[in-house]
């Protein structure tokens, strides 16, 4: 069974950092490209970062640039998201998705967004308050 599951989610106070994880498990991330997402209550889900088969492209929405970081191991199965100088409105629950994509995909060259992946995580809460 395909199955992405997140981590690293919580509670954190304005300007502190949080690193979200999601392990994959039934098949390995090698062929995908990853992205991440969050939906904050009465918002519509939006796209945060997206990361190239290779990992050599990445892409993030203009609210997360320079404070948030997406990598992947693909010895451990595992997409990452450090996120660095939280604010209030970072507070969502986030959630990593899959597309299997070909070698020379351009997937990540704009922010994808979610209808265009194919596998989804059950999502982890982040919330930013004092």
């Known amino acids: 069974q395909l199955q992405l599951v997140e981590s690293g989610g919580g509670l954190v106070q304005p300007g502190g950092s949080l690193r979200l994880s999601c392990a994959a498990s039934?098949?390995?991330?090698?062929?995908?490209?990853l992205g991440w997402f969050r939906q904050a209550p009465g918002k519509e889900r939006e796209g945060v970062s997206c990361i190239s088969r290779s990992g050599g492209s990445t892409n993030y929405a203009d609210s997360v640039k320079g404070r948030f970081t997406i990598s992947r191991d693909n010895a451990k199965n595992t997409v990452y998201l450090q996120m660095n100088s939280l604010k209030p409105e970072d507070t969502a629950v986030y959630y990593c998705?899959?597309?299997?994509?070909?070698?020379?995909?351009?997937?990540?060259?704009?922010?994808?967004?979610?209808?265009?992946?194919?596998?989804w995580g059950q999502g982890t809460q982040v919330t930013v308050s004092s």
């Open positions: 998705a899959a597309v299997r994509v070909n070698p020379y995909s351009s997937f990540c060259r704009t922010l994808p967004r979610g209808y265009e992946y194919n596998y």
């Open positions: 039934g098949f390995t991330l090698d062929n995908y490209a």
